[in-house]
C-alpha cells in the first residue's frame, strides 16, 4: 500500500512493505545549469558521493514518475546492493534503468551538454545548494507517463542490481 503527500519542497512517501513501514522523503528540483559540464556542476551543488542525490538531465528520462520510482526502489534495495559504492550514481541508475555505470555516467554527461534543465534529486536529504533551482509542483506529479514500458524495465533492473 501506498500513500503520498505533497509538501513545501519534497514528496513524502509512506509504504506498507511487507512487515516494516517505510518513510520516503523525495526531493525533486529542476534546475537550471551553472557550469558547462556534469563533473563541475556535482561540485558546485555539492553532492557527495555518500549523499543520495544524483542529478538527471530533463532529457534523459520520459516521466517524473521514473524519479519517484527510482527513489523508492533505492530505499527499499540500496542496503542490499554492494555492488556500487557512490549513493547518487546508484540512485541515478535505478531512476533510469542502467545497471553499468560506465553506461549511466555516459548518458548523464551527454545529455547534461544538451538539456539546459535537470533534476536535481534527493532521497531523504535535502540538497545544499540550490541556486537556480525551483520546486517541482504538484501537477507535475500527477502528469500520467506517456508509456509504462520504461516503469517496468526500471523495476526489472531494481531487482538484478540486487
Partial sequence: ?????????????????????????VYVFLCSKLCEDLNSEVLTREIKSTDAQVIIPVTSISSIHQVVQGAVHYTIYSSRQRRIKNKGLLLGALILGYTQIDDLTSILEKNFKISPHYYLVGVDQRPRNLEKCYTLRLEDLL????TMSTLVKNAYIAVTLI
Fill in 1 to 25: 500500500m501506498l500513500e503520498w503527500s505533497f509538501h513545501e519542497d519534497y514528496l513524502e512517501l509512506d509504504i506498507k512493505w511487507r512487515e516494516t513501514p517505510i518513510k520516503i522523503k
Fill in 143 to 146: 502528469e500520467k507517463p506517456t
